[in-house]
């Protein structure tokens, strides 16, 4: 006993003298502390959570890709260039020769179509991204050709607005793998989904060093990107669950950049002088749904007065200033057809009018299911008060995520509130889910949001599908726009916020820009001084 | 009172000797104890897996995720089997596991059994050195408690006990970070071991600081014991505190025996009769005791290591837990059971040792 005394005291007492000067991080390395536990796979045909779809976004390269510093306008990643038919169903992409994967392969027209072979026929989570273009496993090879090898012909089931079909090219799920590397790594069949999981077979700005679930991951730079090796050697990626360790270990300059800072968090690191914030739309649109099963939600007046009586500006202020910030149309900005209209403001007289209009001068009683993470529990809180004060009694459970969500995906909620994030770059994206019930019935294939909220609308529905259909974009952006308008009057949505990411970084760090989805969160220009 | 199973095994051990007697009745408790292990285990995997079925998540969800379309949402349901009548489903997973075989984690895409070798010795590691804080702080301060009993040193172990005990563990684990790793620097911060020097040793126990030494990696050990002296220290603050409490009522106990009274009439010095004799036989109890207490560490601190970024079992199981990933949560408890009735069981071997009526 005495011996081990002595020993771990000794210990102690060395740790304590060495450690006093701390390592900081290498100078070509960038280290960020990330929540990444939602990553279920690296495969970037089956990836389609933020995390896992970003590690993608920096290991892959795709035919097309935005512009973030232009509004998102669609540009050239692999492709040279493209040509539409008339018609709108044939696509021809010239890909750009000299270009090698990681394996020094050289990427071919022949990669295109097996990748798109393999995201179709794995057909997992993302997979209706090209799905919905009248790909199946069966028709595949017929519909995506190798013309020669620089050179790709695709076709389409129907007319779609060519601004529809080269918006979802520009998702995760259509990214270009090493054919020759995969198909050596696959087994029974599986188009090397296992390997690619936890491995890397791309051509992008980075490889896939080493992954290790729930803990972190290395990206190594690729010097030979066909755009130019990117501005550091290396980027870490760690998972750090709590924002108050992030906070630390960013204080302490043992990490670069902190991804997850809570509200409170920013506010206090935005004081100190040698850290700086960096910002960024992003897709999300939080909300609630009115379930139109409960008999009150039936009527139109009362979802507009429920639309009255959000003080959305005092929300904003005190539960989410900084991440989020007021938005009421169904399209984030960023998205092609966006508005910025925002007709409802805190106004209970309005809403109470409204109320006896529908025959509920003195409200009602309802509940919402709240799942039990900042900030979703404060601002139903905050609800709660607000239509309190016209008589609405409002009552809270509170749950898990995947409690409230099984509740919702069933219609059996009252109210559900939380996030919608778009699956791509497309406004047909929220349009479909917000906007389109083809079957209200409870045997429905289709199940949207709209759907879950039991919210019947046969007219709507055709008005939206047709929206896919408009060949020109500025048209098609009108359409949009008179559809939100529509939509904010008469839905069973209360579109309240949109999310503004926000990450803190050490002032020697620059060049990081967050993008308007995973898709788009790069870090081959970050720099280190 | 400490020794409730004196009674049954002890007057047989005096009349036998050593010899075949003896080997058959050590083969016939084990037999007992290895039946009693089977049926609680059986229990175990039972109780779990139907608590998985019937708690109102859709285990689907997880793997497809929210917006799945109903044709990938059905493909999932059949590949985990759920179309099945729960008893099919059940008889299913206990024959996979007496393979070896926990499935595989939705979370993390590696077979369960994998991901518990990676994330065990980290936890393993963290509970050690709690444990190991616990009883060299905890055994002297709950005897000098015992000892003066009623006087200012059993006042402070019992603030201290206290204290340990109420102090929720994650604003102690904060403000030791605040203080130790952002003010004054003395120890690292959160994380297993610096990006610097992670790359130097090659996981072979997946223990950091063993690895470390095998290799001979002495920077890198260092650097690792700097990121643990910290999270160990804050769940060694609570195992001390248990650890004394008990060490102070099996002490006064003890001392209030007819053979302490013996000894000190015989002229005993006061050191011996404390430390030789009555801790000595204190100590049978007190093993159970710290042998629980370890076992409550090593079924994983989710909060500890959630504060310090650690990658353990407790953080594995609760983040399987809030993302359905049945697998991992099922699998995760039959190892935390395994371990309970492991180390209840080496704890009832230990005690016998300690015991000399039991021998």
Redesign the interface.
């Known amino acids: 006993?005495r011996h081990?005394?002595r020993l771990?005291t000794a210990?102690?007492m060395?740790?304590?003298m060495?450690?006093?000067a701390?390592?900081q991080?290498?100078r070509d390395?960038v280290?960020m502390?990330k929540q990444i536990?939602d990553?279920?796979?690296l495969d970037p045909a089956e990836a389609?959570?933020f995390s896992g779809v970003e590690v993608g976004a920096n290991v892959y390269d795709k035919l097309i890709t935005v512009d973030v510093a232009k509004n998102n306008a669609l540009i050239g990643d692999l492709a040279e260039n493209w040509t539409v038919s008339p018609d709108n169903l044939t696509y021809t992409f010239k890909i750009r020769s000299g270009i090698k994967f990681h394996s020094g392969n050289p990427l071919t027209a022949a990669d295109v179509v097996y990748s798109f072979q393999r995201a179709v026929t794995l057909?997992?989570?993302p997979?209706?991204i090209l799905t919905q273009f009248g790909f199946d496993k069966d028709n595949l090879l017929q519909k995506v050709k190798a013309v020669n090898d620089t050179t790709v012909e695709i076709t389409v089931s129907k007319p779609f607005a060519p601004t529809f079909f080269l918006n979802c090219l520009t998702s995760g799920v259509a990214s270009i793998v090493d054919s020759k590397l995969v198909m050596a790594n696959a087994k029974d069949g599986d188009f090397g989904n296992g390997w690619l999981?936890?491995n890397s077979a791309g051509s992008g700005a980075y490889s896939v060093r080493a992954y290790?679930?729930?803990?972190q991951y290395a990206l190594e730079a690729n010097a030979n990107w066909y755009k130019g090796a990117p501005k550091n050697k290396r980027v870490?990626v760690?998972?750090?669950?709590?924002p108050?360790?992030q906070r630390?270990?960013l204080?302490?300059g043992?990490i670069d950049v902190a991804r997850n800072l809570s509200k409170d968090q920013l506010a206090a690191v935005r004081e100190k002088a040698d850290i700086g914030l960096v910002q960024g739309d992003k897709g999300y649109i939080l909300y609630l749904g009115l379930n139109t099963k409960n008999p009150n939600f039936a009527k139109p007046e009362v979802r507009e007065a429920l639309k009255w009586l959000v003080d959305y500006d005092s929300i904003e202020r005190n539960i989410v200033a900084g991440t989020y910030k007021p938005h009421e149309s169904f399209l984030p900005q960023g998205f092609l057809g966006a508005i910025t209209d925002k007709p409802y403001k805190f106004d209970p007289a309005k809403a109470k009018e409204l109320l006896a209009k529908a025959g509920l001068p003195n409200g009602f009683s309802v509940t919402m299911d709240v799942r039990s993470t900042a900030p979703i529990t404060d601002i139903a809180q905050a609800i709660q008060a607000n239509w309190a004060q016209a008589g609405v009694k409002l009552e809270l459970i509170p749950g898990?995520?995947?409690?409230t969500?099984?509740?919702y995906?069933a219609r059996t909620h009252d109210i559900y509130i939380g996030q919608w994030g778009p699956?791509y770059l497309d406004p047909h994206t929220n349009a479909e889910?917000f906007a389109i019930n083809e079957n209200n019935g409870d045997d429905a294939?289709?199940?949207t949001l709209a759907w879950r909220n039991a919210w019947d609308i046969p007219e709507m529905t055709k008005v939206t599908q047709a929206a896919v259909l408009e060949p020109d974009a500025d048209k098609r952006a009108a359409i949009y726009g008179v559809l939100q308008r529509e939509h904010q009057k008469i839905s069973p949505f209360v579109i309240m916020f949109q999310q503004v990411e926000v990450s803190a970084q050490r002032k020697n760090v620059s060049g990081w820009v967050i993008g308007p989805t995973s898709d788009t969160n790069l870090y081959a220009p970050i720099v280190k001084n | 009172m400490a020794r409730s199973s004196a009674p049954v095994t002890g007057p047989a051990t005096v009349t036998s000797g050593p010899g075949p007697g003896r080997l058959a009745r050590w083969g016939k408790m084990l037999s007992r104890e290895l039946t009693t292990v089977a049926i609680t285990m059986f229990g175990l995997l039972a109780i779990t897996f139907l608590i998985a079925r019937v708690i109102p998540i859709d285990p689907v969800l997880a793997v497809v995720g929210d917006n799945a379309r109903p044709d990938v949402y059905e493909a999932a349901r059949l590949a985990l089997g759920l179309d099945k009548p729960l008893w099919q489903q059940f008889a299913i997973y206990v024959g996979k596991v007496f393979t070896g075989d926990l499935g595989t984690s939705i979370l993390t895409a590696q077979p369960v059994i994998s991901d518990i070798k990676r994330v065990f010795p980290a936890t393993l590691e963290l509970a050690t050195l709690g444990t190991l804080v616990g009883i060299t702080f905890g055994i002297p301060l709950g005897v000098l408690a015992a000892v003066k009993q009623g006087r200012w040193p059993d006042q402070l172990a019992r603030f201290i006990g206290l204290f340990g005990y109420s102090i929720p563990i994650f604003w102690l684990g904060l403000m030791g970070l605040l203080l130790f790793y952002a003010k004054l620097g003395w120890v690292s911060g959160p994380g297993r071991i610096s990006i610097a020097y992670q790359d130097f040793v090659t996981p072979v126990t997946g223990v950091i600081l063993l690895d470390a030494a095998m290799q001979g990696e002495w920077d890198a050990f260092w650097n690792a014991l700097s990121h643990l002296v910290l999270p160990s220290a804050v769940l060694g603050m609570f195992s001390l505190a248990y650890i004394s409490r008990m060490t102070r009522s099996f002490m006064i106990a003890e001392l209030q025996q007819q053979y302490v009274i013996a000894a000190r009439v015989k002229g005993m010095s006061e050191a011996r009769v404390i430390w030789r004799h009555a801790l000595r036989n204190a100590l049978v109890p007190l093993t159970t005791v710290i042998a629980l207490s370890y076992a409550n560490l090593l079924e994983g601190s989710v909060l500890t290591e959630t504060i310090f970024a650690w990658p353990g079992l407790g953080r594995y199981i609760t983040n399987g837990l809030l993302n359905a990933d049945m697998n991992a949560v099922l699998g995760g408890t039959l190892v935390v059971g395994a371990i309970f009735i492991g180390v209840n069981l080496f704890a009832d071997i230990l005690g016998r040792i300690f015991d000399p009526r039991t021998r």
């Open positions: 006993m081990i005394t771990i210990s102690t060395i740790v304590l060495t450690t006093a701390y390592a991080t290498p390395t280290v502390a536990d990553i279920i796979s389609f959570e057909n997992k989570s997979g209706f999981k936890l290790r679930p729930n803990e870490i760690r998972h750090v669950a709590e108050a360790s630390l270990l204080e302490k043992d898990d995520g995947k409690q969500l099984t509740k995906r699956d889910t294939k289709s199940k």
